[in-house]
């Protein structure tokens, strides 16, 4: 069966939205211990391209499949991992961005979903949290995808959020989303 991209966040509800992102199966890398190592000769740029001995990797099915292979290792190194192989690929930030967000509710009772670059979709919550990293010049947030995998955030998307947390006007200042509360720390 060929894949079929989830249909756009602007047309589903949040919990049509949930509903898609708990639908997503992966393949179980954390439980896979393989014998033999190497190096896969891959980066995933900062922008989000993913590369093969630096060329392009063009099709975006080809993206899908090594995404669903990926894992952070307990070093903080990234690899692809299937059962009889582990191979080192190279991330310069975060190996998946946040290009879409959909958002439903305000304040206490806000639910934030996002599409990534990959077409994966994650609703942000106590397993999937939101972080601001206050130590950066400009801020940029990142999501928890899965098992230590983060994506940051588009500078678009950013500033959606950044409108919402402006209009629930918070104290401390920040974004609820599915019951968690995320912090931002505002600019000094």
Do not use: C
């Not at 989303?177 to 000094?188: A, V, W, Y």
């Amino acid at each position: 069966m060929p894949y079929a991209p989830p249909p756009e966040l602007a047309s589903l509800t949040l919990s049509e939205i949930a509903k898609l992102a708990e639908e997503q199966k992966l393949p179980p890398v954390e439980e896979w211990q393989p014998e033999e190592s190497g190096d896969s000769e891959m980066r995933i740029n900062a922008n989000g391209s993913w590369l093969h001995q630096g060329s392009p990797i063009s099709r975006p099915a080809m993206v899908r499949a090594f995404s669903t292979l990926l894992r952070r290792e307990a070093d903080g190194s990234f690899a692809l991992v299937t059962p009889y192989q582990k191979l080192s690929i190279e991330v310069e930030d975060a190996p998946f961005i946040a290009v879409q967000m959909e958002s439903e509710g305000q304040g206490r009772d806000r639910n934030i979903a996002f599409r990534l670059n990959t077409d994966h979709l994650v609703v942000a919550d106590a397993e999937h949290p939101l972080r601001f990293p206050a130590e950066v010049e400009a801020p940029q947030p990142y999501l928890q995808v899965r098992r230590g995998l983060e994506a940051i955030l588009a500078r678009p998307v950013y500033y959606e959020l950044a409108e919402y947390a402006l209009a629930d006007d918070l104290d401390p200042f920040g974004l609820w989303s599915n019951g968690t509360f995320f912090p931002i720390d505002r600019p000094t």
